[in-house]
């Protein structure tokens, strides 16, 4: 992939773009609806084969049943790589954003015209098991302070129940309808102001709101909301982000420095959890992370490794977050967009496809978290229009990772009015996008044909639900007995090799099935010793790297499920590597030497090309002890990686005549040894 350039440049439009469609502050009343013309969007009938069969967004004929806060306890906690619940059982997050709060508005939007039981029973209904509603620290504050919006941005003639609300008693009234209908709450803090672009500002701190700020927000909030496990997660800040050139930014390491996003979570993370142990907390990751050899202080485009706001965890290997005792709580979580929001390197070109985009862009980058089971990650925001192209691509894409690990997530977003990416709903608020609904439909939790709540008494829909079950009806007893899954996936088929090599192969196979959903593909070397594992991938083909020339392998597969149910082994697959190429020697000789100090050293590289025609640009590669890092080099281009030195001619020396020399020169901290192993173009060197 090419070096990944600043994909936020300017302000993001997404949301700028969105809010901005809503700029009036009055109260809509009868006689004051928007025109059809103003909410004019795609309309689709809210029913569809896999969905409820209300006619239309009304409130529910069950609204007046009362159903009281039952004492169970739906807290969740992290296993490894797995949420789960209080009883140990898997659970999966998979939800949507609804965005308003954070906004000048400071409620939720599109109660200017949709109904607000009628849009949480329709999210229910339809298999979203928890919303993240976006706050800043401007509104919490206020809200501890006794200080709301007396007459907020409500159509009263669409919502007679909240006539006389202000925006903090609509939020706790619609508290009380998420327990109605199964509904789980993450509490989003993405901006510090109650500003419609608030979340453009790189930090925490903004418009005269301090770390303090920041800090005090969330402990009231943690206080506030201490004995209500509607609410089960808290995303720390929305975002933290800033470019290698710009002087305000987030960064990710080991310091106690104002700017260190990790730090900063730590410290948020341990006043909420003095107060309410049994929040998840999440941690979003920053926008650049230096690359090796390089530190906070470099400012060049290609010193850093780039990516999505929030989306870079790379820190989080070197410097991961320390919640202490309540380790078991921190989930980490990366956002991810598609080439309609920024045009990201990666999207370049056709040849992209979801495993390049795992293997370059989401496993370095955040899903490594995963594959090692450091925690668990929930996608926080993901989504967009369906273009029919690129973007549509990246989004079924990401989808089918995700389904594939049972990654959590939340799409973005409910909202219609995301200027970028579009929302569930149509802009009548009432209506839902049929085909965008269809996209997310299959990462949305489902077992037995029925979605699943993360409330363990209330189906998701509420009580009677005929889309919906709760987690005491999945696994029994309150979440104590699960229902098990014995049923093992189907056969894969037998391996076909291409693209073999002196060193590898890629194997195909046909896909297996299961009752419950395939997880992984497990690839087997088999020899008179038995079967080893040496590949694991979500996708019935695999390419497997550092065999050995000239060498016959036999590979079987076996496919998984997420209970651990394993099948039989495929068919086996013989493989005979091609022979390796003989590497030449004695076309260059090398000559070294160091001079050190008590914690580095100078090296000196003479080179001298001994065949017989010329070189017209080169390549040198040396080894270093483990622990030694090159920290400047003169008359060439130094990169490294591992122990690894690579060397490439500088302009003015890339022509070697036969006989002709090249010296080089670094300095590495470190002490021990100097390089050794030369090569010169791949080709051995001999040494003085």
């Not at 920053?286 to 929030?310: C, E, I, M």
């Amino acid at each position: 992939m090419s070096p990944l350039q600043d994909p936020i440049s300017r302000p993001r439009p997404r949301r700028r773009a969105a809010y901005a469609a809503i700029a009036a502050g009055a109260v809509l009343v009868a006689g004051a609806l928007p025109s059809a013309a103003a909410l004019a969007g795609p309309t689709a009938p809210l029913t569809s084969s896999s969905t409820p069969t209300s006619a239309s967004l009304t409130p529910s004929a069950a609204a007046d049943v009362s159903l009281a806060a039952v004492p169970a306890d739906d807290w969740l906690h992290t296993d490894g790589s797995t949420i789960v619940d209080a009883a140990g059982d898997e659970v999966w997050l998979t939800g949507a954003n609804w965005f308003g709060f954070n906004a000048s508005e400071r409620v939720f939007h599109g109660l200017w015209s949709g109904n607000l039981e009628a849009i949480t029973r329709s999210t229910a209904e339809r298999g979203i098991n928890i919303v993240r509603v976006p706050v800043s620290t401007e509104l919490l504050l206020e809200w501890r302070d006794g200080e709301t919006v007396a007459s907020p941005n409500v159509n009263t003639f669409v919502n007679p129940e909240l006539v006389g609300m202000d925006n903090k008693e609509i939020f706790d009234h619609w508290l009380s309808l998420c327990e109605r209908y199964g509904l789980k709450v993450m509490i989003d803090l993405h901006s510090a102001t109650a500003d419609n672009s608030g979340h453009v500002y790189p930090l925490w701190t903004h418009g005269g709101f301090t770390v303090e700020d920041f800090y005090a927000g969330w402990e009231w909030f943690a206080q506030e909301y201490a004995d209500d496990d509607t609410i089960v997660a808290a995303d720390l800040k929305n975002e933290p982000h800033g470019s290698q050139s710009e002087a305000l930014r987030a960064k990710w390491d080991g310091s106690s420095d104002a700017d260190n996003w990790r730090y900063v979570a730590e410290q948020a993370a341990a006043r909420i959890l003095a107060i309410n142990p049994h929040l998840l907390i999440l941690v979003e990751g920053v926008q650049v992370y230096p690359k090796a050899s390089k530190t906070w202080a470099d400012r060049g485009l290609d010193d850093f490794h780039n990516t999505w706001w929030g989306g870079n965890l790379r820190g989080a290997a070197d410097h991961p977050v320390d919640l202490g005792a309540h380790q078991d709580q921190l989930v980490y979580s990366p956002h991810d967009y598609g080439p309609l929001v920024s045009a990201q390197p990666w999207f370049e070109g056709d040849d992209w496809d979801r495993a390049s985009l795992e293997a370059e862009v989401w496993d370095p980058n955040w899903l490594y978290l995963w594959k090692q089971e450091t925690a668990p990650l929930l996608v926080g925001e993901w989504g967009g229009f369906l273009d029919g192209g690129k973007n549509e691509k990246w989004m079924r894409a990401l989808r089918d990772m995700m389904v594939d690990h049972r990654i959590s997530h939340t799409f973005w977003c409910i909202n219609p009015n995301s200027g970028d990416t579009g929302g569930l709903l149509n802009h009548d608020w009432t209506t839902w996008d049929e085909a965008k609904y269809d996209l997310l439909e299959p990462a949305l939790w489902k077992e037995g044909g029925k979605f699943v709540s993360l409330d363990h008494q209330v189906p998701l829909g509420g009580v009677g639900s005929t889309t919906g079950q709760s987690l005491g009806d999945l696994y029994g007893d309150g979440g104590t007995t699960p229902v098990p899954d014995t049923q093992a996936p189907t056969v894969p088929g037998t391996p076909s090799a291409t693209d073999v090599t002196s060193s590898g192969v890629t194997l195909t196979w046909g896909a297996s099935t299961d009752d419950r959903g395939v997880t992984a593909y497990d690839v087997y070397r088999n020899d008179a010793t038995g079967a080893t594992k040496v590949a694991t991938t979500s996708t019935p083909s695999a390419t497997l790297t550092g065999l050995s020339p000239a060498t016959t392998y036999s590979f079987t597969v076996r496919a998984r499920d997420a209970a651990g149910n394993v099948s039989p082994a495929s068919g086996a697959r013989t493989v005979t590597t091609s022979a390796g190429p003989v590497t030449p020697t004695g076309q260059c000789a090398v000559t070294s030497s160091t001079n050190g100090w008590s914690t580095g050293y100078t090296g000196t590289v003479k080179v001298t090309s001994t065949r017989s025609t010329p070189r017209n640009g080169w390549t040198l590669t040396f080894s270093l002890p483990a622990g030694q890092q090159v920290t400047n080099g003169w008359s060439g281009t130094f990169s490294q990686s591992g122990t690894t030195v690579t060397v490439v001619n500088a302009p003015w020396n890339g022509t070697l005549a036969p006989g002709a020399s090249v010296e080089v020169g670094f300095t590495a901290n470190g002490t021990g040894a100097g390089p050794s192993g030369f090569a010169l173009d791949g080709q051995a060197c001999t040494s003085a």
